[in-house]
């Protein structure tokens, strides 16, 4: 059964793998400090959650719930343990707390033209699979191009 729970300053000084995967999963100009993650969540519409299978920590994301809607800003499964249905698991959880939420997230721009355009691809068909569906709009964030998914 997987689970999820708050990632605070003290979580991640005794569980340094949180932060080596955040830190693995996105660029550097998409990543904000872990220090700001953590002090943002003190807001209680923000959530830094650590997804574990038992004790086996799994993943993290990072959300903003804005109204009625919960952007997911950040949303990483550990490298080693990816193509083993975490993910779903994951976004399952995520769907189960925030129920009768209109769940979004962004994800880089998906064309030919990138040198990973398949693991672009890759994350794009695993958010359509998961219950995402693409629609049109992009968006430009210091020169990097995004597409805007939503549940």
């Known amino acids: ?31 904000l400090s872990i220090s700001y993650i953590t002090h943002k969540t003190k807001n209680k519409d923000i959530d830094f959650l650590a997804f574990y299978d038992d ?24 490298e080693s343990y990816r193509s083993k249905g975490y993910g779903s698991r994951a976004l399952e959880k995520i769907k189960e707390i925030n129920e009768n939420k209109i769940i979004f997230l962004t994800i880089r721009e998906v064309d030919k033209k990138y040198h990973d355009y398949i693991t672009r691809n890759r994350r794009l068909n695993f958010y359509q699979k998961n219950g995402f569906a693409r629609n049109d709009f992009t968006t430009d964030e210091q020169g990097h191009f995004y597409l805007k998914e939503n549940l």
């Open 1 to 31: 059964m997987l689970s999820c729970i708050r990632i605070t300053s003290e979580l991640l000084q005794s569980q340094n793998r949180i932060e080596e995967v955040y830190m693995s999963s996105f660029d550097e100009y998409e990543r």
């Open 55 to 78: 004790e086996l920590f799994v993943g993290l994301a990072y959300t903003i719930n804005i109204n009625n809607k919960l952007c997911i800003l950040y949303f990483a499964i550990d």
